[in-house]
């Protein structure tokens, strides 16, 4: 069946970095596009970064936009959320997520178990 | 751009429970629900305005009007607790927009 797990969260200061992995089992990995969603503690859901099939478009949300960047691999079924300069407002669970639908109707359809991301001194 | 939900709705067991979402930028995109129970990721419950993945009971619906999304659920049961959020995506900056909420209790 279709599943997506994260890895690598944890604790990290203020200002230091972080790598977080998700991997794709269950479907052709390379057909998908794939994104991440945070969650602060007790809030809602934000979006964070999304990239195409074949890494050709990433898009982030302006509150991380230059200081996360999303990549992927798509012989390892596996994107990456590389977390630089964190801020005590990045502290949430991270989700890893698989994009279905054409342009304009993309919505998540399989979403990892979520990781936990805390930033403190 | 806002998705604005209400923060909570109460519904006795058996009625039923409508969760709006409301944005302008719901004249022009198509909205998705997600239901996410207490300490689970969310999950898919409606996509492009009216339609059910599978494995999701008809008791759930959607509508669209204007700038105006409505969840429906029918005939609801204390398992339907949780939290409910719309999603849009922003087709010309290429972003994904959430409302922030709505905490559904089956009274």
């Known amino acids: 069946q279709v599943q997506v797990v994260e890895s690598g969260g944890g604790l990290v200061k203020p200002g230091g970095s972080l790598r977080l992995s998700c991997s794709g089992s269950?479907?052709?990995?390379?057909?998908?596009?794939m994104t991440w969603i945070r969650q602060a503690p007790g809030k809602g859901l934000e979006w964070v970064s999304f990239i195409s099939s074949a890494s050709g478009f990433k898009n982030h949300a302006e509150s991380v936009k230059g200081r996360f960047s999303i990549s992927r691999d798509n012989a390892r079924n596996s994107v990456f959320l590389q977390m630089d300069n964190v801020r005590v407002e990045d502290t949430a669970v991270y989700y890893c997520?698989?994009?279905?639908?054409?342009?304009?109707?993309?919505?998540?359809?399989?979403w990892g178990q979520g990781i936990m991301v805390t930033v403190s001194s | 751009f806002v998705l604005t939900q209400p923060p909570s709705v109460s519904v006795a067991p058996g009625t039923t429970a409508t969760i709006t979402c409301t944005g302008n930028i719901l004249e022009s995109e198509s909205v998705h629900w997600y239901q996410q129970r207490p300490g689970q990721a969310p999950n898919l419950v409606l996509f492009e305005d009216t339609a059910r993945p599978s494995g999701i009971p008809e008791r759930f619906s959607g509508s669209k009007s204007a700038n105006t999304a409505t969840l429906s659920i029918t005939r609801v049961e204390a398992g339907d607790e949780a939290d409910f959020y719309c999603?849009?995506?922003?087709?010309?900056?290429?972003?994904?927009?959430f409302g922030g909420g709505t905490k559904l209790t089956v009274l």
């Open positions: 997520g698989r994009v279905v639908g054409r342009r304009g109707y993309h919505r998540i359809d399989s």
């Open positions: 999603q849009v995506w922003h087709t010309p900056s290429d972003r994904m927009l």
């Open positions: 269950g479907f052709i990995f390379r057909d998908y596009f």
